[in-house]
């Protein structure tokens, strides 16, 4: 999987395609998949990353 900066990058380069999009909010899409919910004290996330 790529990485969070990866994502925001390829996101930056599709929002020159498609500037109809919210740019805040088409970014924070692109990496909203790769956060998770951290438990009590941050070692696992839900979901896990894989």
């Known amino acids: ?3 969070w900066i990866a994502h ?7 929002l020159a ?3 109809q999009f919210d740019p805040t909010a ?3 899409g692109k ?3 790769d956060s998770g919910k951290p438990n009590h004290d941050w ?7 894989a």
Do not use: S
């Open 1 to 3: 999987m790529a990485t």
């Open 8 to 14: 925001f990058r390829m996101a930056e380069r599709r």
């Open 17 to 19: 395609d498609w500037p």
């Open 26 to 28: 088409f970014v924070l």
């Open 31 to 33: 990496v909203a998949p």
């Open 43 to 49: 070692t696992q996330f839900d979901p896990p990353k």
